[in-house]
Every structure is written in C-alpha cells, then in structure tokens.
T-cell receptor, first 114, second 112 residues
Framework: GAGVSQSPSNKVTEKGKDVELRCDPISGHTALYWYRQSLGQGLEFLIYFQGNSAPDKSGLPSDRFSAERTGGSVSTLTIQRTQQEDSAVYLC????????????FGNGTRLTVT | GQQLNQSPQSMFIQEGEDVSMNCTSSSIFNTWLWYKQDPGEGPVLLIALYKAGELTSNGRLTAQFGITRKDSFLNISASIPSDVGIYFCAGQGTSGTYKYIFGTGTRLKVLA
C-alpha cells in the first residue's frame, strides 16, 4: 500500500498482559515515529527512529514501554504488564528524512486495557 | 508528555465565519506543520512551513511561521461544515534528533 499501515486497528487486553503493536512505514522512509493519543487529548511523543542512528527514546513513559525497528523498516511497539492508564490510540508516522520532511500518519491502534 | 501550547482548546463557530488558532513554544523551531484529524483516523497534513515569517496558503487555509520562530498561526476563512475536526500544530527542533512535538489540539465545531 501507499500509506503507513498499523496493526491491529483495535486491541483489547487484560491488565498485566503484554501487547505488541506493529507499524509498516511508507517504503523508503527513513524516519519513523510513535505517538500516543489519550481520549480527547493531543499527541504525546514516545520514540523516534532515524536510519541507523540510536533511537530517541526520551518520550517513553516507563520501562514497560519499548520499541524496535528491524531492517530500517517495520517497527514494533511493545508494552509489558499493561495498565489501564495505557489505554489510548497509538499512532505511527514516517517521513522521507528527519529534517524538513512532514510526517505521514497511519490510522492508529486503539488499545483498551480492561 | 512533551506537547506544545495550542489555543483555543475548542471553538464553536457559525458556517461562513473565519477561524484563527495559534501554537506557542518555549523553544525555537525550524519547521512548523499543521494537521487535521477526523474521528478514527490519523492526522492529515494541511500546511508545512520552513522559514521564519513564511506565509503559506492551501485553499481556504493560511498558516504563518512566526518571526520569533517560537510560534505559528493557522487561519481558516469562510468555514464550512466539513472543517469540523481537531487541528494540531507540530514543531521540529533545531538540533539533536529533530523529533516533532505536537500541540494539544484545537477542536473545531461548525454550526450550519
């Protein structure tokens, strides 16, 4: 496809379980971002990958959150021991380069922790 | 979380009215972006700004990159019902990892 693809689109999990969220960026885009959007709120920066550079993890809220990007393409955001406050929409975006390039977003994964 | 100040938080306006919103930062940015988000979807890019003082239009939308490089403005002229949604600004820093930080959003509702 031409756009950023995220899966699953919806995920319901029980408190304490681990979840993995997947992002397929636009082909050729070297920069990849993860954001979290709580209900009715803005976009909270989580983590940013640029090429082979070390990722900027400064937005990850706790050590239960981690992300990796394999082969410079697909990325997985993992949340361990989920809590109810983790419930939100997790948005992924990619761009052709890190500087001066707008972000292209997927439609997000809506995570509900019960 | 890291977010920019955006105002107003929400607006109710009549169809045909003009709309103004702004975004401010304590840091200098090299790039300002404006996005619109519809329910259940990801944000979609409206306008990108790359130079201080730059004024750019996209149809009925006009955005400006503030001279101080710490703020940006978005105007919508002659609003229509499909303008309803949430509008976000985003700024990119001048050094480091060049991550984009987003504003808190302006929720726009247009009354026909």
């Amino acid at each position: 496809g031409a756009g950023v693809s995220q899966s699953p689109s919806n995920k319901v999990t029980e408190k304490g379980k681990d979840v993995e969220l997947r992002c397929d960026p636009i082909s050729g885009h070297t920069a990849l971002y993860w954001y979290r959007q709580s209900l009715g709120q803005g976009l909270e920066f989580l983590i940013y990958f640029q090429g082979n550079s070390a990722p900027d993890k400064s937005g990850l809220p706790s050590d239960r959150f981690s992300a990796e990007r394999t082969g410079g393409s697909v990325s997985t955001l993992t949340i361990q021991r989920t809590q109810q406050e983790d419930s939100a929409v997790y948005l992924c975006a990619s761009s052709p380069d890190s500087r001066y390039s707008p972000l292209h977003f997927g439609n997000g994964t809506r995570l509900t922790v019960t | 979380g890291q977010q920019l100040n955006q105002s107003p938080q929400s607006m109710f306006i009549q169809e045909g009215e003009d709309v103004s919103m702004n975004c401010t930062s304590s840091s200098i940015f090299n790039t300002w972006l404006w996005y619109k988000q519809d329910p259940g979807e990801g944000p979609v890019l409206l306008i990108a700004l790359y130079k201080a003082g730059e004024l750019t239009s996209n149809g009925r939308l006009t955005a400006q990159f503030g001279i101080t490089r710490k703020d940006s403005f978005l105007n919508i002229s002659a609003s229509i019902p499909s303008d309803v949604g949430i509008y976000f600004c985003a700024g990119q820093g001048t050094s480091g990892t060049y991550k984009y930080i987003f504003g808190t959003g302006t929720r726009l509702k247009v009354l026909a």
